[in-house]
């Protein structure tokens, strides 16, 4: 696009050829200025958005896998008060359906429990397979990992978002800034005619 900045009779302006070859534009320097930095304030808005997203799809992720760590250690409880009881220290417990199927969907390689692949690659469980109370705490230690991870990406997305707003911030007061500016030399322009 090819721009040239003129004066005219005390008025400045813009001719910008756009794409189709010939057209042209007439607008005030200022109107140019506050059209481009409405255009940048239109992009800080899609990264915000795209950011957003993320954000709302780490803390999902976050919450999925504190209940998976939660149901986890309430089935770890169980199992340690029964050893306690019996002093059966072979005793086993099953995992939910829904937190068998979250590994198994999602196939976490869990050391000890899901490792049983060929190179230590994943190895399915069942619905219904007794765990002692290490593999219950190596499940439950990994869904805790996890959680923190997502929850170290959500403090950077919240960050993100906050750096987001300042720039956004910062571009409605240029724009607010160009538009005063623009209002006073159009009263002096004004002024200077009376």
């Not at 805790?144 to 910062?170: E, N």
Request: glycine content about 8%; proline content about 1%.
């Amino acid at each position: 696009m090819a721009e040239t900045i003129s004066s005219a009779t005390g008025q400045l302006y813009s001719t910008s050829t756009g794409a189709n070859v010939g057209a042209t534009s007439d607008v005030s320097v200022f109107t140019q200025i506050e059209m481009e930095e409405v255009q940048r304030s239109q992009a800080v808005k899609g990264l915000f958005q795209i950011i957003g997203g993320d954000y709302n799809t780490v803390t999902q992720q976050e919450l999925e896998y504190q209940k998976m760590s939660n149901e986890t250690n309430e089935v770890l409880v169980n199992l340690q008060n029964s050893v306690n009881s019996s002093n059966d220290p072979n005793t086993t417990a099953a995992l939910p359906d829904d937190v068998v199927d979250f590994i198994n969907n999602n196939e976490i390689v869990i050391a000890g429990v899901t490792d049983g692949g060929e190179n230590g690659t994943f190895s399915k469980i069942q619905y219904g397979q007794g765990f002692n109370e290490g593999q219950l705490q190596a499940i439950k230690g990994q869904f805790d990992i996890m959680a923190t991870s997502c929850s170290d990406s959500s403090s950077k997305y919240q960050l993100g978002v906050q750096i987001i707003l300042q720039d956004l911030t910062q571009l409605i007061t240029a724009i607010s800034q160009t538009m005063s500016k623009e209002n006073q030399v159009i009263s002096q322009i004004i002024s200077n005619f009376k």
